[in-house]
């Protein structure tokens, strides 16, 4: 079964960029890689997607190298309003099932 | 665009007791997913409908679960008999027909459930 990996934790100061790591191993040949941050007492909401190579849009950029086995996800600029868990999300290769990251939990400082 | 809807926002229950849990999901979205979240760990994958069809029903932890959405429209979660360990954050997120499993979800705010 496909397993996703994510630190626990980590902190950052308003302004830097932040750079989040998931690894995914048997991750499903042809289904997306998604991020979805999460404040407390909301549903998650979807940051960013991507399939190979490099996505961006206005908020993040997504970085995955070409064997898929992992997944970077950038946030330029920080904020305090970052502070939140970010989950990475696959689809697993061997089952079809959705396998979440148990949560990157980023607390940004003034 | 009216988001995911999930009702109600918090219930408090006995165990034994049956609970229904609600999710309307964005109008037009074909897919709909139901997970749970017990304190403390990951998010679990529950179940996913293609319309009104089960595609995936593999995460329902037993047979005290049971899911249903009439009509390809809204989902219902029935809990019954409710245990002590099915406390948890019920979330339900819904997405266009894409390419995987993992393709943009959106998501409720989450059903609250607390057995006692």
């Known amino acids: 079964l496909a397993k996703t990996t994510q630190p626990i934790s980590m902190d950052s100061y308003e302004g830097q960029e932040v750079n989040i790591t998931c690894s995914h191993n048997?991750?499903?040949?042809?289904?997306?890689i998604t991020w979805y941050q999460q404040f407390p007492s909301q549903g998650p909401r979807f940051i960013i997607q991507?399939?190979?190579?490099?996505v961006t849009n206005e908020v993040a950029s997504l970085f995955i190298p070409a064997d898929r086995k992992s997944s970077t996800l950038s946030l330029p600029r920080v904020s305090l309003s970052d502070t939140a868990v970010y989950y990475c999300?696959?689809?697993?290769?061997?089952?079809?099932?959705?396998?979440w990251g148990a949560g990157t939990k980023l607390i940004i400082k003034p | 665009e009216a988001g995911v809807t999930q009702f109600p926002s918090h219930s408090v229950i006995e165990k034994g007791q049956t609970v229904t849990l609600r999710c309307d999901p964005i109008s037009g979205h074909d897919n709909l997913y139901w997970y749970r979240r017990v304190m403390g760990k990951e998010i679990k994958f529950l179940l996913h409908?293609?319309?009104?069809?089960?595609?995936?029903e593999s995460g329902m932890p037993n047979n005290r679960f049971l899911a249903e959405r009439t009509g390809g429209t809204y989902s219902t979660l029935k809990v019954q008999p409710a245990e002590l360990e099915d406390s948890g954050v019920y979330f339900c997120a819904s997405s266009q027909h894409g390419e995987g499993l993992a393709y943009e979800q959106y998501f409720g705010p989450g059903t609250r459930l607390t057995v006692t």
């Open positions: 999300l696959v689809g697993d290769k061997s089952n079809y099932q959705l396998i």
């Open positions: 991507g399939y190979k190579t490099k």
């Open positions: 409908f293609v319309k009104e069809s089960k595609q995936d």
């Open positions: 048997n991750i499903a040949t042809n289904d997306y």
